[in-house]
């Protein structure tokens, strides 16, 4: 009775095939897709992770830009990739929580990725073209007020966090602001400098440079607590609209159905990695806070950005191409 319960036992071992997988992953390199270009705060992102994912694992990482349609076509990508811990990414809130809610995509976050884990915040900061005679919060709303749908604000395109952004703003102080996409983020600050348009949420590190050398004039940012890359810019909070808080975030997730021994594994190695020192510099430096959590955890935190996201679309009217 005992041999045959033995020998059952591994026979079910056998013909799992997660175990097997699981025992020795990773055997090979990992692609980590980054669904952007090269060089945004997304990819810097990956890039210093990756690294570090790679000495532990003691296994290449090679990173593979995907950029497109705001971070959707890597996310795809990744969507329909093999289910064998080999292929993951480290997307977006924009691919992963509103664009969805925005556009005909190919898959559908919760159904067709597996999370793994939160990896990093980054305030969204609202600056003001030089010109604009508005040196606060309160100076730019009573400004937009005193000259309803005259005011632009710019974004890295539409469905993209910054947009939602400036929607969320609209509808919370009442004012008339006018949406205008752009292709990323670089032409529109480009277009910010040369005073196109007058307002812009872009993710910190891409404003940092500009604010520093006096081309952008910041208002404030989105995250709870004054960022340590702009500790004299004032919070939203701070700036008198304490339930605005607006930050990009970029999580791992892998295709859906990975083992969940595999991703355990990678949940647990990629945390390892977030709380290197010099990691934790890296992105710092960038504006980042590190983050890490359960896939459990990352896949609720999703499921209440989306909803979100959904609901800021919906109360502003903004037009969708579903």
Same mark, same amino acid.
């Given at each position: 009775m005992r041999r045959s319960g033995m020998l059952l036992l591994g026979l079910a071992l056998l013909l799992s095939p997660s175990v097997g997988l699981a025992e020795d992953f990773p055997s090979k390199p990992i692609r980590l897709i980054v669904p952007f270009p090269a060089g945004g705060p997304n990819d810097i992102i990956a890039r210093v992770v990756g690294q570090r994912l790679s000495e532990l694992f003691k296994q290449t990482v090679v990173i593979d830009?995907?950029?497109?349609? $705001?971070g959707v076509l890597g996310t795809?990508?990744?969507? +329909? &990739?093999?289910?064998?811990?080999y292929t993951i990414a480290i997307s977006s809130a924009g691919a992963l929580a509103i664009s969805?809610? @925005?556009? +005909?995509?190919?898959?559908?976050?919760?159904? !067709?990725?597996?999370?793994?884990? /939160?990896?990093?915040?980054?305030? *969204?900061?609202l600056v003001v073209a030089p010109d %604009?005679?508005? +040196? !606060?919060?309160? $100076?730019? =709303?009573? /400004?937009?007020? #005193?000259?309803? $749908?005259? %005011?632009?604000?710019? #974004?890295?395109?539409?469905?993209?966090l910054p947009h939602l952004a400036g929607e969320l703003l609209h509808i919370t102080a009442g004012i008339d602001i006018v949406h205008v996409p752009y292709r990323g983020a670089a032409?529109?600050?480009?277009?910010?400098?040369?005073?196109?348009?007058? @307002?812009?949420f872009l993710d910190l590190p891409v404003l940092l440079p500009q604010v520093k050398a006096g081309s952008l004039r910041p208002i404030a940012v989105g #995250?709870? *607590?004054?960022?340590?890359?702009?500790?004299?810019?004032?919070? /939203?909070?701070?700036?008198?609209?304490?339930?605005?808080? =607006?930050?990009?975030?970029?999580?791992?997730?892998?295709?859906k159905g990975t083992p969940d021994a595999i991703?355990?594994? %990678?949940?647990?190695?990629?945390?390892?990695?977030? &709380?290197?020192?010099t990691v934790k510099e890296k992105l710092a430096a960038q504006g980042a806070s590190l983050a890490g959590d359960s896939p459990e955890h990352f896949r609720s935190f999703i499921a209440d950005e989306i909803k979100r996201w959904a609901g800021v679309i919906k109360d502003a009217g903004v037009e969708t191409a579903k």
């Amino acid at each position: 009775m005992r041999r045959s319960g033995m020998l059952l036992l591994g026979l079910a071992l056998l013909l799992s095939p997660s175990v097997g997988l699981a025992e020795d992953f990773p055997s090979k390199p990992i692609r980590l897709i980054v669904p952007f270009p090269a060089g945004g705060p997304n990819d810097i992102i990956a890039r210093v992770v990756g690294q570090r994912l790679s000495e532990l694992f003691k296994q290449t990482v090679v990173i593979d830009n995907r950029g497109g349609q $705001g971070g959707v076509l890597g996310t795809d990508a990744v969507a +329909k &990739a093999a289910p064998d811990g080999y292929t993951i990414a480290i997307s977006s809130a924009g691919a992963l929580a509103i664009s969805p809610s @925005m556009e +005909k995509v190919a898959y559908d976050t919760l159904q !067709d990725l597996a999370p793994v884990t /939160l990896v990093a915040t980054v305030p *969204e900061m609202l600056v003001v073209a030089p010109d %604009l005679p508005a +040196k !606060d919060m309160a $100076g730019l =709303i009573a /400004l937009a007020k #005193s000259k309803p $749908g005259q %005011l632009n604000f710019a #974004s890295s395109g539409a469905g993209s966090l910054p947009h939602l952004a400036g929607e969320l703003l609209h509808i919370t102080a009442g004012i008339d602001i006018v949406h205008v996409p752009y292709r990323g983020a670089a032409p529109a600050v480009n277009d910010l400098i040369g005073q196109q348009v007058q @307002m812009a949420f872009l993710d910190l590190p891409v404003l940092l440079p500009q604010v520093k050398a006096g081309s952008l004039r910041p208002i404030a940012v989105g #995250s709870a *607590e004054r960022a340590p890359t702009a500790p004299d810019v004032p919070t /939203l909070a701070e700036a008198g609209y304490p339930t605005l808080r =607006i930050e990009n975030w970029y999580g791992m997730v892998a295709p859906k159905g990975t083992p969940d021994a595999i991703i355990a594994t %990678l949940n647990r190695v990629t945390r390892e990695a977030m &709380a290197d020192p010099t990691v934790k510099e890296k992105l710092a430096a960038q504006g980042a806070s590190l983050a890490g959590d359960s896939p459990e955890h990352f896949r609720s935190f999703i499921a209440d950005e989306i909803k979100r996201w959904a609901g800021v679309i919906k109360d502003a009217g903004v037009e969708t191409a579903k």
